[in-house]
């Protein structure tokens, strides 16, 4: 029945059921003592009477007398059960409300020790009964078929055996019992229902730093910390410590792996390029060239995989773009110095996206050199905010542009336009991967000036505070 | 145009030195960052190629070092590492153009005459002195619209005075720019080399200054 889903749900199970079953323990205990208390409180009643009889009682040539009156409340009738008896060898008497009715005791006689024997001969006449004779319970219907709770009491007097019997209704026991144990019941669900309230705050409070961690664990998936945050409650800190040491181990095997993918490619690559320069200029050569170029391509492809395999999310990743861009701006211009770009910057100061340095610098780069090869003499970059959380940047170049039907084709790894222009078209796909990778977009139109004008929506950067 | 290439990679080197002095170039090579620094730093080169993971003084420092040397000579780097970051900061280092590995040799021979080109102020790729054109990019010597054949030593020769046109360039400098570091030179064998321009390309044109060196220019009518 305890499922094993919910930590809370089997905290609060078992705490309602110690509860209840605790309660329902207390509540019968607490039954028993008042019911205990009620009784005695209703036998010292009887008993009195009892007394009161056995000390008015005489006898007269046999016949018992009463000298006085024994039908004070409640033994007057109202309520009715509340009876005496007193019954000798000759006559019996009994209380006014009776009537003519007699008490039945026989049923109860047979389980009372037998009457006492006969005291030795008093010394008075009027001489209470000795002590020590006290009177016995017993329980029956009486004459209203009501049920009774009946003291009998078997003493002499004047030497003569008489049983005396007093009666109270059982429901003079039970009415005060219901009542006591019905708001005894209502304080105890009362307490019963705190109680549990209080069980599922303390399990909430209780169950408050798996929340947190929870939700410090979601941060570091999210890319947003890199470790979960070392203050926790005693219980928790060693399975925190643990997670940590595996995020470590993880982001080492990550950087191992990363590492060796780039040094394997790297390493590729030298040899790769020897091959290239030793390849004879004919026919043969410029076949054999084609599958260099798809081997680097392969590579390439790898390397940036690799790469964006570690990637995890925005890890509180801050690049100003302004400087990137002029330093990417600064190379191209060098490396196309013979086309003299006019290149323009329109970009507030501290805008900011939320991406590794390095991937920023891939994607601009790629698009940037895409626009200097094609521009015929300018390249314009904007970048702005676009709603609270995004930043669209674009660059734009006055070249002779491209069909926007070919944009799939464009974005295709390793595809060209124009297969003549080198290092054309594989930085396509890889920045439109990385930004998609950020949950960004690369969108082409065409520009006013006739050229290509690329858009790229990155997320902003957190502030840096965050 | 003498080409300093550092590459630690001594089969790329070769092959690339190979293919440069198929191009007509003086290539002089070393294999660690330390022996290039040194190199750029004690000898006149048109052009370097930096490869950037060099053992003893990586890449990046050899190039920062010339640079605060003053040293200006148009550097291509030369790289494995293929990431925009990389290429900024190479850049940043002062280089002037970059090239990944692998790549095809036609590229690198067109992005070092570039860079020579540009390096000696010319911005057309083609530059005329007369009758005499020289098509930068292909490396091509034409007289009156039609090429001329030239042995190496003779293009480096006519590279380098058709480059610094119109001004005097010094003997020294000339021997510097057309001998290998490693080559005998004998400032004779120069003497020979203009002579044998002189024909190919009409007398006048190569002038002797007397004590300083040679220039080429127009021909006065």
Not at chain 1, 290 to 297: D, F, N, P, Y
Not at chain 1, 414 to 426: K, S
Not at chain 2, 92 to 119: H, N
Request: proline share 6%; with cysteine; hydrophobic share 45%.
């Amino acid at each position: 029945m305890l499922h094993a889903t919910s930590l809370s749900r089997r905290l609060l199970l078992a705490a309602s059921v110690f509860i209840c079953a605790a309660l329902i323990i207390a509540g019968v205990v607490l039954f028993f003592v008042l019911h205990r208390f009620v009784q005695r409180q209703i036998d010292q009643r009887l008993d009195t009477q009892i007394a009161f009889l056995s000390s008015m009682l005489g006898s007269q040539n046999g016949v018992l007398t009463l000298s006085g009156n024994a039908d004070g409340p409640p033994f007057d009738g109202h309520p009715r059960g509340w009876y005496w008896e007193a019954i000798g060898p000759n006559n019996t008497l009994r209380s006014r409300a009776l009537g003519d009715r007699d008490l039945d005791i026989s049923k109860i006689a047979i389980r009372l020790p037998p009457p006492l024997r006969p005291p030795p001969p008093p010394a008075g006449e009027d001489r209470p009964p000795p002590p020590g004779s006290r009177p016995a319970p017993g329980d029956d219907i009486g004459p209203d078929q009501q049920r009774l709770h009946f003291r009998i009491l078997h003493t002499t007097v004047s030497g003569m055996p008489v049983t005396i019997v007093a009666t109270a209704p059982r429901a003079a026991v039970l009415g005060p019992l219901r009542e006591a144990m019905t708001t005894l019941a209502i304080s105890l669900l009362a307490l019963a229902i705190a109680l549990v309230l209080a069980m599922i705050f303390q399990v909430r409070l209780g169950l408050q730093p798996l929340e947190r961690l929870r939700r410090s664990i979601a941060e570091v998936r999210a890319g947003r910390s890199d470790r979960i945050a070392e203050v926790q409650p005693r219980e928790v800190q060693p399975l925190v410590s643990e997670l940590n040491s595996l995020l470590e181990q993880n982001a080492l095997n990550l950087d191992r792996a990363r590492r060796h993918v780039a040094n394997l490619a790297h390493g590729l690559k030298t040899p790769l390029a020897t091959l290239a320069v030793a390849l004879p200029k004919d026919e043969r050569g410029t076949e054999m060239h084609e599958l260099v170029e798809l081997m680097e391509r392969h590579i390439r492809h790898h390397l940036g995989r690799a790469r964006s395999a570690a990637l995890n999310g925005p890890v509180r990743a801050h690049t100003v773009l302004a400087p990137h861009i002029t330093d990417l701006g600064a190379v191209l211009g060098k490396v196309h110095a013979d086309k003299h770009v006019d290149f323009s910057v329109d970009i507030a100061g501290d805008l900011a996206v939320a991406c590794e340095e390095q991937d920023f610098d891939e994607m601009a780069g790629n698009l940037l050199d895409n626009a200097f090869q094609w521009t015929r003499r300018r390249v314009d970059v904007h970048a702005g905010m676009k709603g609270g959380n995004s930043v669209v940047l674009s660059i734009e170049d006055d070249g002779p542009g491209f069909d926007l039907e070919q944009v799939p084709q464009v974005l295709q790894p390793g595809q060209r336009l124009d297969e003549r222009a080198p290092g054309f078209g594989f930085g396509l796909s890889i920045t439109r991967e990385l930004a998609e990778l950020y949950g960004g977009s690369l969108e082409f139109q065409k520009s006013p000036a006739g050229g290509v004008r690329v858009v790229v929506t990155l997320p902003k950067a957190l502030n840096g505070a965050e | 145009m003498k080409v300093l290439l550092i590459e630690d990679d001594r089969l790329l080197a070769r092959e690339i030195a190979k293919a440069l002095r198929e191009e007509n170039c003086a290539v002089d090579v070393a294999a660690n960052g330390e022996d290039g620094q040194h190199l750029g730093n004690t000898e006149a080169y048109d052009v370097a190629v930096l490869d950037l993971g060099l053992p003893k003084v990586p890449g990046a420092q050899v190039l920062r070092a010339w640079r605060q040397n003053g040293r200006q000579l148009p550097v291509l780097i030369l790289t494995a590492r293929d990431g925009w970051t990389e290429k900024v900061d190479g850049f940043k280092a002062g280089a002037d153009d970059y090239l990944t590995k692998p790549f095809r040799m036609e590229e690198l021979v067109m992005r070092l005459r570039a860079l020579v080109r540009r390096s000696a102020g010319h911005v057309a790729p083609s530059i005329v002195c007369g009758p005499l054109s020289f098509q930068a990019q292909t490396g091509v010597f034409e007289l009156n619209g039609l090429p001329i054949k030239l042995t190496a030593l003779e293009w480096r020769v006519l590279e380098c005075l058709i480059m610094r046109k119109d001004t005097v360039v010094d003997r020294t400098v000339l021997v510097e720019k057309v001998y290998e570091g490693d080559a005998g030179t004998d400032s004779n064998s120069l003497e020979v080399i203009v002579a044998r321009l002189r024909r190919k390309i009409g007398r006048d044109m190569i002038r002797t200054e007397r004590g300083r060196g040679y220039r080429l220019a127009e021909s006065d009518l």
